[in-house]
């Protein structure tokens, strides 16, 4: 066998492997953008954004909470527009902050102990 017919050899099933590794590599894909599809459909799964707001608003109910006890009196309209701001971002998604489609009493249950903290 001369040199050529190795060489020519080599490369061929060089890139027979290449083929067969980007096949395998891109099935693999496949099924984990199947799984990633399934978790995302049957798992509530909060996003940042959400999450975010979540903190923002226990932030201004305790900021209204401490204005509120602590500070001057406010005018009844500026409170009365915090809390339709805040009742705004609430109604938005309401009571999927701590639902789970698993098992609703317990979710329940931690909330109603969140609560307690406040």
């Avoid at 959400?50 to 602590?70: G, I, M, P, Q």
């Amino acid at each position: 066998m001369t040199i050529r017919k190795r060489l020519i050899f080599t490369l061929g099933v060089a890139l027979r492997a290449l083929i067969v590794v980007g096949r395998f590599g891109l099935w693999r894909l496949s099924q984990a953008q199947q799984r990633f599809a399934l978790v995302q459909t049957n798992i509530i799964i909060l996003s940042t954004k959400e999450l975010n707001d979540a903190k923002d608003n226990v932030s201004n109910l305790r900021r209204l909470a401490y204005s509120y006890l602590f500070s001057r009196p406010r005018p009844p309209r500026e409170v009365e527009q915090l809390l339709a701001s805040w009742r705004s971002m609430e109604s938005k998604r309401p009571d999927s902050l701590f639902m789970t489609r698993a098992n609703p009493a317990v979710a329940v249950e931690a909330g109603r102990a969140g609560q307690e903290d406040l």
